[in-house]
C-alpha cells in the first residue's frame, strides 16, 4: 500500500465543485503535486509546489493543503475532467518520491 | 516543444531483459533529469527511479534496484531504462518524465507517450 493515501473514486455533477484529498504524513513537510490520467494516454502534470498551474491547465483546478492532507479542487467541473488523479510527493523517509493510489473521479 | 518519444512495445520471456529508450527534444537534455514511472494493467503508477542527465546520479526504488539501470547518452537526448530478469508482475505501460536535474524526488512536468512491455512465457 501506498504511503499517501486517496479515496479510491469520488464522483461530481456536473458544474459543481469537487475536492481530491490525498493523505500522508511526509505532506506535512513536503510539496505534493497532481496528475491527471485519462484512460489510455500518459498523465499530465496539473498542480504543483502544492498551488502552481503549469500553462494550458484550466484555472478551475486548485491546490492547497492543511497538516497531513493535499487537496485538488476542481471548481466547476467539467465533462472532460473525468479521469483518474494521482498525489505524487515523498515517502516518510523524505529520500524519495511516491504516488497515492488514485482517484477516480465520475462526472455525473 | 518538450517531446520525450519512447520506445515500441515488447514481448519478453519470463528471465529476459527489456530495455526501453527515451529520446528528448526541444530542451536542453543536460539540464534536467529523466524519471521512469511503471503502470501494471488497471493499477496506479509506480516510481521506478530517476538518472540526472546533468551528472549521470541515479536513484532507483529500493524494490528494483538490484533488476534495473538507467542510464542517458547525451550525444543524442536520450535516455535508457533496462530491466533484467523479468516475471510475469513486470508487465506494465513504462513510462519515462522529465524532471529536476538535481533530486529524484522533483515533480515531473513532461511524459513519454509509454511503453507496454508484455512478460508472458
Known sequence: ?108 | QVQLVQSGGEVKKPGASVKVSCKASGYTFTSYGISWVRQAPGQGLEWMGWISAKNGQTNYAHQLQDRVTMTTDTSTSTAYMEVRTLRSDDTAVYYCARGSAAAATSFVDYWGQGTLVTVSS
Do not use: M
Open chain 1, 1 to 108: 500500500s501506498s504511503e499517501l493515501t486517496q479515496d479510491p473514486a469520488v464522483s461530481v455533477a456536473l458544474g459543481q465543485t469537487v475536492r481530491i484529498t490525498c493523505q500522508g504524513d511526509s505532506l506535512r513537510n513536503y510539496y505534493a503535486t497532481w496528475y491527471q490520467q485519462k484512460p489510455g494516454q500518459a498523465p499530465v502534470l496539473v498542480i504543483y509546489n502544492k498551488n502552481r498551474r503549469p500553462s494550458g491547465i484550466p484555472d478551475r483546478f486548485s491546490g492547497s493543503s492543511s497538516g497531513n492532507t493535499t487537496s485538488l479542487t476542481i471548481t466547476g467541473a467539467r465533462a472532460e475532467d473525468e479521469a483518474d488523479y494521482y498525489c505524487h510527493s515523498r515517502d516518510s523517509s523524505g529520500n524519495y518520491p511516491v504516488f497515492g493510489g488514485g482517484t477516480k473521479l465520475t462526472v455525473l
